[in-house]
């Protein structure tokens, strides 16, 4: 009996060893798929970041963005931050629609904002004065980092833009922010609608697959407009 048990463990260990061979063919096509896929996510992501590069440049050249940064994230600044928004949008929509339709490109309308930092900042430091703040208003035209935001139904990616910059006070408070050219601002946060007009412009000056990639509602995360 002891001897038939022995010569079924040595058969048993035989059939073991014999499926080691199988196992180890397994694990190493099974090591290598992973690998595979694991470069190829790679390659993938890289050409996913480089097409985001590409299209965050080109809209850098095609869209011109105002920035309102508050003194402080109290109720008290971020409300005038807001106050200072609209007598600045009010006093550009009233200047710039005396303009032909048809000269209103993003060259003019840059060069507008630079020939009128001296009457922006005048109309904000109005503005700070009748909420009867004491605050600095500090007004350039100039290039901005903004990161990645979603607003509405259209989003732009993280980099460089040119902006209408308004800085209040030590501008250390949550900011604000739309993209003038073409307009694309809206002051309705409830509904967070984009105007028509605007995407009708921003769709001639970009191509139908960066167009559809900044209206789409992909992975493809091009921030947009409101806070920081």
Request: aromatic share 10%; net charge neutral.
């Amino acid at each position: 009996m002891k001897k038939r048990f022995a010569l079924l463990r040595r058969k048993l260990k035989s059939v073991r060893e014999e499926k080691l061979p199988g196992r180890a063919v397994i694990f190493s096509v099974a090591a290598g798929l992973l690998i595979a896929a694991f470069f190829t996510g790679m390659i993938y992501t890289k050409q996913e970041l480089y097409a985001q590069e590409e299209t965050q440049k080109h809209l850098a050249q095609e869209v011109f963005r105002f920035h309102v940064l508050a003194n402080s994230d109290s109720e008290k600044d971020q409300n005038l931050k807001l106050q200072v928004r609209d007598a600045v949008l009010d006093y550009m929509k009233e200047e710039l629609s005396e303009e032909p339709e048809e000269k209103q490109c993003l060259k003019q309308t840059v060069q507008w904002a630079r020939t009128h930092t001296d009457e922006i900042r005048a109309i904000g430091e109005k503005t700070v004065a009748m909420a009867g703040e004491d605050q600095s208003v500090n007004v350039a035209v100039t290039t901005c980092y903004f990161p990645d935001r979603t607003y509405g139904d259209v989003t732009f990616p993280a980099g460089n833009y040119q902006a209408l910059r308004v800085e209040l006070g030590n501008a250390e408070g949550h900011n604000w922010w739309c993209v003038l050219y073409p307009n694309l601002c809206f002051l309705d946060t409830t509904n967070a609608v984009v105007p028509d007009k605007g995407k009708k412009q921003l769709k001639q000056v970009l191509t139908e697959e960066e167009y559809s990639k900044v209206t789409a509602n992909t992975k493809f995360k091009i921030g947009w407009y409101f806070w920081k």
